[in-house]
């Protein structure tokens, strides 16, 4: 019989012996399952068809999640004016951190799926007025405006824009009762206060504000159905269809042109990092300050309506070059710069990596 000693050696190089059978059969840190995940063939397929939607649809999550505390502020500021840290500094001491993202919900969901079907028209109208243009002049903008060495010119501006301009207009059908829902809920917390606000002789400082503002995407289109029928829901429609329509047109032009100046003119990758985070972020610069007193305009009559219940409210002019029309520009366009760099730096990132998925 061998001794304790041995008994011991024995039996440590047996759990040794155990323990590297163990480790050799699991799979290491480095190749576990989850990292070596091979999607079948048909999986590959489908992502590759479907590049577009599963792009715009990530990036989209991802960018308004990130944005959203800066279109609180905008909104805030365009309805009840102050500057921009006054705003925060009030919001934030009266309803807290998640004021900010009050609301959050709709515009991730909506958003996501607006956007979606947004690039997805786009796409498609884009290819349609290819075709056209070409036919009718013999000109393709798109392959003018993926030559190396080309320029922008009519016929991209044309292609890009009107794709734009199609693509904004049928997705507002879509997104305004979203976008309403989501107004509420970021004025909801001002106007409770509001509501509750008195003077010195005891008398309500804002009666009007004393409607229901009760939170809730849901209680909010439950709301508007009953004091203004199915229309309600689409409160302020024609000026959130007018700035879509432009807003759009513009986006896109302006995102192609540049990627195009800033690559394809200088014989580069029309997907370069540098190129597509400026493009992104000039495109969302440019399309908030061009729109924004139509924007500006939409959102007073929105918040009008949603505090009238059945009143009838006047449509607000739009203003333009004059005070007020330009109320919290700044933090409009700094959001749609940051919002869009993300989105299209992830965009053009997810398509690549579908691309490159073998079958």
Request: hydrophobic residues 35%.
């Given at each position: 019989m061998p001794g304790k000693d041995q008994e011991h050696e024995s039996s440590s190089k047996a759990?040794?012996?155990h323990d590297a059978s163990r480790k050799s059969s699991s799979p290491s840190k480095g190749n576990s399952s989850i990292f070596n995940f091979q999607p079948s063939n048909d999986v590959k397929n489908w992502s590759k068809k479907y590049r577009t939607e599963i792009a715009a649809s990530s990036s989209s999550v991802l960018s308004t999640f990130v944005a959203f505390p800066l279109d609180f502020a905008k909104s805030r500021m365009q309805t009840f004016g102050g500057g921009f840290v006054h705003t925060i500094k009030d919001a934030y001491r009266a309803e807290g951190l998640r004021a900010f993202w009050r609301g959050v919900g709709p515009p991730m969901i909506s958003v996501t799926t607006v956007r979606t079907i947004?690039?997805?028209?786009?796409?498609?109208?884009k290819y349609y007025l290819d075709r056209s243009i070409n036919k009718l002049t013999g000109h393709s903008p798109l392959m003018i405006a993926n030559a190396p060495g080309s320029y922008p010119n009519l016929y991209t501006f044309a292609c890009f824009g009107g794709a734009g301009a199609v693509s904004g207009a049928v997705i507002t059908t879509l997104s305004c009762p979203?976008?309403?829902?989501?107004?509420?809920e970021q004025l909801a917390g001002k106007l409770a206060r509001e509501a509750k606000a008195v003077d010195g002789a005891g008398q309500r400082v804002n009666p009007g504000a004393a409607l229901d503002v009760k939170t809730g995407s849901w209680n909010t289109a439950r709301r508007l159905v009953r004091d203004r029928g199915l229309r309600g829901l689409y409160s302020g429609y024609h000026l959130h269809l007018l700035r879509?329509?432009?807003?759009?047109?513009i986006y896109f032009t302006t995102y192609e042109s540049v990627k195009q100046l800033m690559?394809?003119?200088?014989?580069?990758?029309?997907?370069s990092?540098?190129?597509?985070?400026?493009?992104?972020?000039?495109?969302?610069?440019l399309t908030a300050s061009l729109?924004?007193?139509?924007?500006?305009?939409?959102?007073?009559?929105?918040?009008a309506l949603l505090s009238a219940?059945?009143?009838?409210?006047?449509?607000?002019?739009?203003?333009?070059?004059?005070?007020?029309a330009y109320r919290g520009l700044g933090v409009s366009v700094a959001r749609s710069c940051i919002l869009n760099m993300i989105f299209f730096s992830n965009f053009e990132w997810m398509k690549k990596r579908i691309n490159a998925l073998e079958s």
């Open positions: 759990g040794i012996s947004s690039f997805s028209i786009y796409q498609k109208t979203f976008e309403l829902t989501k107004l509420s879509d329509t432009i807003g759009t047109a690559a394809n003119s200088r014989g580069r990758n029309p997907t990092p540098y190129a597509v985070v400026v493009a992104g972020g000039l495109c969302g610069i729109i924004y007193p139509v924007d500006v305009a939409k959102t007073v009559y929105q918040k219940g059945s009143d009838h409210v006047p449509r607000p002019a739009i203003q333009i070059f004059q005070a007020g």
